[in-house]
């Protein structure tokens, strides 16, 4: 199963307002907020009822104290969801028998956290790990939430959003390996004979065309070629009417532009034009041991932590997470 970890931001509004993270009211700094949080939930499960959707619960696997010092804390979730119904047997016993989840109970994963408060500043960095299904990131917003209330600070916003800059694309495109770039077009012409015009009036049928480039590394004329439409994309986001993306080598618009580098394991995939499909998860997979339980090494997790961190910001480096 692979491990995919995010970063976020995190911050505190108030008034529309940041406030400063260490001291944000009388004193409190959220270092010990967040800590009191998972305390909390670790004797209080949250439990997210949703009309016509799964429900969703979050506890605490262990209790880890924070680091003072480092300004960090850490540990695991359990970030259950029912809803379901599923069989489990353990093949590897042939007399054991089949094992039926009624739908009434959650399928529960442990989910890696990691906290970075850095003193003076009005972010910080929520690292989580993303189990598949769970919606991490709204379930740990929403119980945040409801802390914030049961502690009568409900005016005080705690916002966490996705964490993808330039730097990021930038990076992995200088130092990875190119491995994939797909162009898309939605719609298919209804005639044969306009597979090849370009003409935007041309009908359409449903249906989608995708031209592909896969290599174990396409090199660096297709990495120049790459961050040319990345950055002009950029430049034009904020222009009206640009919803189509005009490749001059190729003489041609497309709908989407995709490219999937590969840095160190790590892999993430850029989309050009929805920029809100560019996910702020990376796979980290292999660089994170288990041990004989199957259970993921937590200091290999804090290492991947604290490079995410350094990826997306600029006052913190993995150094300063020591």
Not at 129 to 137: F, Y
């Given at each position: 199963m692979k491990?995919?970890?995010?970063?976020?931001?995190?911050?505190?509004?108030?008034?529309?307002?940041?406030?400063?993270?260490?001291?944000?009211?009388?004193?409190?700094?959220?270092?010990?907020?967040?800590h009191d949080f998972t305390n909390d939930v670790l004797k209080n499960v949250v439990q997210w009822e949703r009309e016509k959707h799964p429900t969703l619960s979050l506890t605490c696997a262990d209790g880890v104290l924070p680091s003072k010092k480092d300004r960090v804390v850490y540990g695991f979730f359990d970030a259950g969801r029912n809803?379901?119904?599923?069989?489990?047997?353990?093949y590897t016993d042939?007399?054991?028998?089949t094992t039926i989840i009624d739908p009434r109970h959650s399928s529960?994963?442990?989910?890696?956290?990691?906290?970075?408060?850095?003193?003076?500043?009005?972010r910080g960095y929520l690292v989580l790990q993303v189990p598949e299904g769970q919606g991490i990131k709204h379930l740990v917003n929403h119980?945040?939430?409801?802390?914030?209330?049961?502690?009568?600070?409900?005016?005080?916003?705690?916002?966490?959003?996705?964490?993808?800059?330039?730097k990021v694309f930038h990076r992995m495109?200088?130092?990875?390996?190119?491995?994939e770039m797909v162009f898309t077009k939605y719609g298919i012409p209804s005639k044969m004979e306009d597979l090849k015009n370009n003409d935007t009036k041309v009908p359409l049928s449903i249906?989608?065309?995708?031209?592909?480039?896969?290599?174990?590394?396409?090199?660096?004329?297709?990495?120049?070629?790459a961050r040319n439409i990345y950055v002009e994309k950029s430049k034009k986001?904020?222009?009206?009417?640009?919803?189509?993306?005009?490749?001059?080598?190729?003489e041609d618009n497309y709908d989407e532009i995709s490219m999937k580098i590969d840095l160190n394991g790590k892999q993430k995939t850029f989309h050009i034009s929805q920029t809100g499909r560019t996910l702020p998860d990376l796979d980290v997979t292999e660089h994170i041991k288990r041990d004989s339980n199957g259970r993921l090494d937590i200091k290999d997790l804090i290492i991947q932590a604290k490079d995410l961190i350094a990826d997306v910001s600029d006052h913190v480096s993995a150094a300063d997470l020591k």
């Amino acid at each position: 199963m692979k491990v995919l970890l995010a970063v976020f931001g995190v911050q505190i509004k108030f008034n529309g307002a940041h406030l400063t993270l260490n001291n944000y009211v009388d004193n409190r700094d959220y270092l010990d907020t967040f800590h009191d949080f998972t305390n909390d939930v670790l004797k209080n499960v949250v439990q997210w009822e949703r009309e016509k959707h799964p429900t969703l619960s979050l506890t605490c696997a262990d209790g880890v104290l924070p680091s003072k010092k480092d300004r960090v804390v850490y540990g695991f979730f359990d970030a259950g969801r029912n809803g379901d119904r599923f069989k489990i047997k353990d093949y590897t016993d042939e007399k054991s028998d089949t094992t039926i989840i009624d739908p009434r109970h959650s399928s529960i994963r442990e989910a890696f956290y990691f906290l970075s408060v850095p003193k003076g500043r009005t972010r910080g960095y929520l690292v989580l790990q993303v189990p598949e299904g769970q919606g991490i990131k709204h379930l740990v917003n929403h119980s945040i939430d409801i802390y914030m209330h049961k502690i009568g600070l409900h005016r005080y916003r705690v916002e966490i959003s996705n964490l993808i800059n330039d730097k990021v694309f930038h990076r992995m495109m200088d130092k990875g390996n190119f491995k994939e770039m797909v162009f898309t077009k939605y719609g298919i012409p209804s005639k044969m004979e306009d597979l090849k015009n370009n003409d935007t009036k041309v009908p359409l049928s449903i249906g989608t065309i995708k031209t592909v480039f896969q290599s174990p590394d396409l090199g660096k004329q297709f990495k120049l070629f790459a961050r040319n439409i990345y950055v002009e994309k950029s430049k034009k986001k904020a222009e009206e009417g640009k919803s189509k993306i005009f490749v001059e080598l190729m003489e041609d618009n497309y709908d989407e532009i995709s490219m999937k580098i590969d840095l160190n394991g790590k892999q993430k995939t850029f989309h050009i034009s929805q920029t809100g499909r560019t996910l702020p998860d990376l796979d980290v997979t292999e660089h994170i041991k288990r041990d004989s339980n199957g259970r993921l090494d937590i200091k290999d997790l804090i290492i991947q932590a604290k490079d995410l961190i350094a990826d997306v910001s600029d006052h913190v480096s993995a150094a300063d997470l020591k």
